[in-house]
């Protein structure tokens, strides 16, 4: 399947205790004290036309969220092209250097993010694009609570393509 956006959802946390809801309305939304901050985008491939690529995603999640990072929406914002990616390709890893993979079923988390941690999201896209230029990512991040869950953006992922003159 080919997206140009990428949800990545969280199992719900069972047996949450009081002191660890964030902030939750009468209406039964719910949403972070204080929410995840988005670090960067980055990618060690910015040559266009690659293929066999990946963009990677960076989210610290405070001690003071309140709540543990239940869904991460990636959406490339317009540009002169769209990137596709490749869902079944999605690993997440918890930890700042560390490659603890987070398993994952179809774009889904085993596990939630608990505050406190350091998210890295890699994704790889069907390629990269064909023209130079910089391709803008809007980042969401969402609490526990499904449907009722408030989403914040938290930021934006810049990445670079351009030419490579050694094959051009």
Same mark, same amino acid.
């Given at each position: ?16 205790t009081p ?13 972070f004290d ?43 914002? %317009?540009?002169? +092209?769209?990137? &596709? ?9 918890? @930890? #700042? $250097? ?29 390629g990269n %694009?064909?023209? +130079?230029?910089? &391709? ?9 609570? @499904? #449907? $009722? ?20």
């Open positions: 399947m080919r997206l140009q956006w990428l949800a990545i959802a969280l199992v719900e946390i069972v047996g949450l002191q660890s809801l964030g902030v939750e309305f009468a209406d039964g939304r719910v949403a204080q929410p995840p901050a988005f670090v960067e985008a980055n990618t060690h491939s910015p040559h266009l036309w690659l293929t066999h690529t990946t963009y990677n995603f960076i989210v610290q999640i405070p001690t003071t969220a309140g709540e543990p990072l239940a869904r991460l929406d990636i959406q490339q914002l %317009p540009s002169m +092209e769209t990137i &596709y990616f490749l869902p079944p390709r999605t690993r997440s890893f918890v @930890g #700042d $250097r560390s490659r603890q993979p987070i398993p994952l079923g179809e774009v889904t988390f085993d596990s939630p993010v608990s505050p406190g941690s350091s998210l890295r999201v890699e994704v790889a896209p069907v %694009p064909y023209w +130079e230029g910089m &391709y803008l990512f809007a980042v969401t991040a969402f609490p526990r609570g @499904g #449907d $009722r869950a408030l989403g914040q953006n938290i930021g934006m992922g810049r990445l670079q393509f351009y030419r490579n003159s050694h094959f051009f």
